[in-house]
């Protein structure tokens, strides 16, 4: 419609009062007292002008408003109603709200890096000299870093502390393009050993242990023996990959045995690419140089393939299906949510028949009166939501400090504007969707009805009662899905936990130690501080201590090329690879690692003595598939041009589920501490086993080792039965989340179902009056209520099924001994349910029974 | 809506005020001033129509497409906006006329015959 102007209907209304004074003086009065009397007939002028104004510009924002106003008096007016919507909204919003701001902050928001997509990873451990000619040979990369996370001494302090430093190469902060909070970074000028030993220390080391002294720069720190001068502070705000570390330096100088060979393997490298290069470009290019570098260098570069990888998906690679399924999961229980709201409103709408029969009879339209509830459901979800974004909130928090160690959050997790946009989109589409259907069918009646009605007792109409029961098996269903998939997960851990893992774990307390390479470079002097604190713990009264080089579900695992004594000569660089274990003689029988074949370590086995090795039975399947391993001879594959050390195989040993229950165990050698002539291999776990709580130890046993070294920090203190646990702190995560989910949508679900057949048991008051006063009993009453109800449940149960049955394929990773269809756990949720079903009707179903008939007949 | 009492005779209820001006306009196109005497006339002198809130009646009347409106000049020469039935204002009467029909039975009903 054009618009019409101001002025116009200001001169409509002066002919109005014009042609009034008019008619006036027609009956006698005087032309004054005419135009008095038109004005005054008019009322007020200016005012009609107002809601012209009004009218044009917000027709429906005023009946937005008003219809605003009145629904909050009415739910002012219903409490209960009111309060139990919005806490049901409020569990199902803040359910979402809070596994989409993890999703947020793990898989949508931007990393925190200057153009984060520029920058790729590579999926494997690169070495520096493969990367130093990567970097002269390719052009597709802006720049490239790589960094080696390790542990490194610090002395300054009161006692000695262990801090996680990062060690860089290359041009690692360029690539992620990260600036100093003061004085700079480590660069590549920093690899030249003479330019002294620097480091970079992060905000929270120098606010910590520095005082956040302003004059930091140029102080100088020991670490692990040598004197570092600090060059920079690395800001708080900055988070890297692998991070965080206390301290950064330069990977050449901290590492100048390994850093410079070609076959160690233990950089993550990371790059920038060019503006404008694709990662497939710049793939295949590396592939190129792959190729080259296998001709250059056969023996470290055979077979080595570079697969480059975006950053994000590097980050979020294992926590993207599990955060998926319990997106899924939040995502039915606002479902279920949204089925009570719809019930509670279905109630609520057909007690305020006589209401709207009112309004309606008033001249409001069938369009007016649904509007009107649909924006008193909008502003319960509304309400809903803003209390579930409270509860996303602490949600998010409970998650966070759930997942502490969690390496993949590069990006704080917290409420941002997205994670508000999407709750109040969930909330405003909740209120809307769910509130429609109800307010429908309160509006679909004709006035005469409604007016003549009382508020209850009459029966309900057919679409009424065909809606509450689609509402109850869509709620059994939703939360069968929901169970079963909680059941996979149950089922599945406990399989994890009664894996039997091949060693006793109880009473057994561990603590790893570094020896720092200032002071222990060399191999006799590493044997001697072994070998006096082996015999100081084993002095302990009922204490038997041994080491290890890899401790079994701790995470870390070394795997080193290998040759059998007898077999043909494979080429240098393809000898098979197999799990290093490096132990002190008791450690087998301590943890009681059971012996297949062959004998243990024993005394005999000396320094000076024949080489021995111990192998486990996966080792025997895969090298020995027909025959003894013991007696053969094993070396770890020589440098080019030396002679294999062998070792002779004594005994086999049982297997060990070294990577947590979920992975088998693979082919392993154990050789002896007391005759390595590794130098390098300087780390241990001290394992010691007494008859006391490991907790009580630990104090003794630190003592004793400072005893010998007062430097020495020893890190990783755990009893050996918390490192089990901690191998199953993932699958435990995703447990406790969709079990809680679970949980809460059984809880919602049940109240929901009591709610919808309650209220259905309670409109039939008349019908079961009648019934009992012509002769049914009130069991049969009982009888005909609970078998209803679990007739609708027998068919939410079936639909759940079937639903269950297409949505846990998708978990199929997620779970360990147990398969996505796995009967026996949909067996017990269907049962679960069917109880729920019961109770939920047989209560209701036993106080109507109770009513004497001719009470419920009279109650109106 | 102001309510300011004036004498003895009915005001209008929102909602019906519509009904009435539709109905009016069943007689060709008048002016506001034609259709608030008209609705006291035909109804007999009991129902009053309050000239300031007709104006916004028929604004919405108009937003809803019942009714058009163009000015024109009365028959005693003033020039005054004229306000005519469209065919979806002729539906609606329809509508609302048969629906406050079964509404002032029903209203009867429940008030039951009269008492004196």
Request: hydrophobic fraction near 45%.
């Amino acid at each position: 419609m054009s618009r019409r102007s101001d002025d116009d209907f200001a001169s409509e209304i002066e002919a109005h009062i014009a042609l009034e004074a008019e008619r006036l003086r027609g009956e006698g009065m005087s032309a004054d007292d005419a135009l008095a009397a038109a004005r005054r007939a008019f009322g007020n002028a200016t005012l009609a002008r107002e809601r012209f104004h009004e009218s044009r510009r917000t027709l429906w924002w005023d009946d937005f408003r008003r219809d605003s106003l009145y629904g909050l008096r009415a739910l002012r007016k219903s409490p209960g109603f009111a309060s139990v919507a919005i806490a049901t909204l409020a569990l199902g919003i803040g359910a979402n709200s809070a596994v989409f701001s993890v999703i947020q902050a793990v898989l949508l928001r931007p990393l925190p890096f200057r153009e984060p997509d520029r920058i790729v990873g590579v999926t494997r451990n690169q070495s520096l000299p493969d990367l130093d000619d990567i970097a002269a040979r390719s052009g597709s990369f802006e720049s490239i870093g790589a960094v080696h996370f390790r542990a490194l001494d610090y002395t300054g302090g009161d006692a000695p502390v262990q801090l996680k430093a990062g060690l860089c190469a290359l041009r690692y902060f360029e690539v992620f393009g990260v600036r100093a909070e003061r004085g700079r970074l480590i660069g590549p000028e920093d690899d030249l050993a003479r330019a002294g030993r620097v480091v970079v220390v992060s905000h929270a080391f120098w606010a910590d242990r520095m005082g956040s002294d302003p004059g930091v720069l140029g102080r100088t720190i020991p670490l692990s023996g040598e004197p570092y001068t600090i060059v920079g502070v690395l800001p708080a705000s900055v988070r890297l990959p692998g991070a965080p570390a206390d301290v950064w330096a330069s990977e050449l100088v901290v590492e100048p045995r390994d850093a410079p060979a070609r076959d160690v393997h233990i950089l993550h490298a990371f790059m920038r690419l060019k503006r404008g290069v694709s990662i497939e470009r710049a793939q295949s290019e590396l592939h190129a140089i792959d190729r080259w570098l296998e001709q250059a260098y056969p023996d470290e570069n055979s077979g080595r393939r570079r697969d480059l990888e975006p950053l994000r998906e590097m980050l979020v690679a294992d926590s993207r299906r599990a955060l998926l399924v319990l997106f899924g999961a939040v995502g039915l229980v606002l479902l279920i949510a949204c089925a009570n709201f719809a019930g509670l409103q279905l109630a609520r709408g057909s007690s305020r028949r006589r209401e709207m029969a009112i309004r309606g009879a008033l001249g409001a339209g069938r369009w007016r009166l649904v509007r009107q509830m649909l924006t008193e459901s909008v502003l319960l979800s509304l309400l809903g939501g803003a209390a579930g974004l409270g509860l996303a909130h602490l949600g998010a928090r409970a998650l966070v400090s759930l997942r502490a160690g969690s390496d993949a959050r590069l990006v704080p997790i917290r409420i941002d504007a997205v994670v508000f946009a999407f709750t109040a989109v969930i909330a405003a589409g909740t209120g809307l969707v769910f509130g429609l259907v109800p307010a429908l069918a309160a509006s679909r009646l004709d006035p005469q009805a409604g007016l003549r009605g009382g508020s209850g007792g009459q029966s309900a109409s057919g679409r009424e009662v065909r809606l509450r029961r689609a509402l109850v098996v869509s709620e059994i269903a939703l939360a069968l899905m929901l169970l079963a998939g909680a059941g996979l997960l149950i089922r599945s851990f406990r399989n994890l936990r009664s894996v039997e893992p091949g060693f006793r774990a109880d009473h057994v307390l561990t603590m790893r130690l570094e020896l720092p390479e200032a002071r222990y470079e060399e191999l006799s002097k590493q044997r001697l501080f072994r070998s006096r604190l082996l015999d100081s713990l084993n002095a302990l009264p009922g204490v038997d201590a041994a080491l290890v080089s890899e401790l079994p579900m701790d995470g870390d695992a070394l795997t080193q090329h290998f040759v059998i004594d007898g077999r043909p000569p494979v080429p240098v660089g393809e000898a098979p690879e197999v799990l290093s274990r490096t132990v002190t003689r008791k450690y087998l029988r301590l943890l009681q690692i059971p012996l297949r074949a062959g004998r243990d370590f024993e005394d005999r086995d000396r320094e000076d003595s024949p080489l021995v090795a111990i192998v486990n039975q996966s080792f025997v399947r895969a090298n020995f598939p027909s025959g003894s391993a013991v007696g053969a001879r094993v070396s770890w594959a020589p440098d080019p041009g030396k002679p294999p050390e062998w070792m002779t195989i004594v005994g086999v040993a049982g297997d060990v589920n070294h990577f947590g229950p979920a992975r088998p165990e693979e082919p392993a050698v154990y050789d002896l501490y007391e005759q390595t002539p590794r130098r390098w291999k300087r780390w241990m776990f001290v394992v010691v086993r007494s008859p006391s709580e490991p907790a009580t130890l630990l104090r003794e046993v630190t003592a004793r080792i400072w005893e010998l070294d007062r430097q020495l920090p020893p890190t990783n203190i755990r009893a050996m039965s918390e490192v089990v646990e901690g191998s199953t702190e993932s699958q435990k995560f995703n447990l406790l989340l969709l079990g809680a989910f679970a949980v809460l949508a059984l809880a919602l679900a049940s109240i929901g179902v009591y709610g919808l057949i309650a209220y259905s048991v309670a409109r039939r008051r008349r019908e079961i009056g009648v019934r009992m006063a012509l002769g049914a009993t009130s069991l049969a009453i009982v009888e005909s209520i609970v078998f209803g109800a679990v007739r609708l449940a027998a068919a939410g149960a079936a639909i759940g099924v079937a639903g269950a049955l297409l949505v846990t394929r998708l978990m199929t990773k997620l779970l360990f001994g147990v398969g996505p269809r796995d009967p026996a756990t949909l067996a017990g949720v269907v049962g679960i349910l069917a109880l729920v079903a019961v109770i939920a009707s047989w209560i209701p179903a036993r106080s109507a029974a109770r009513v004497p008939p001719m009470s419920a007949l009279r109650a109106e | 809506m102001s309510t300011r009492e004036r004498d003895e005779r009915l005001e209008i209820l929102q909602g019906t005020l519509d009904l009435l001006i539709l109905r009016t306009l069943i007689f060709g196109p008048q002016h506001g001033h034609g259709i608030a005497l008209a609705i006291q006339r035909t109804s007999a002198e009991e129902l009053l129509v309050e000239h300031g809130a007709l104006y916004p009646a028929l604004q919405r009347l108009e937003e809803r497409r019942w009714i058009s409106a163009k000015w024109g000049t009365s028959s005693n020469n003033r020039r005054a906006r004229f306000y005519a039935l469209t065919a979806a204002g002729r539906r609606q009467l329809a509508k609302e006329t048969s629906k406050w029909k079964r509404l002032a039975a029903a209203i009867g009903r429940v008030l039951g015959p009269e008492e004196a």
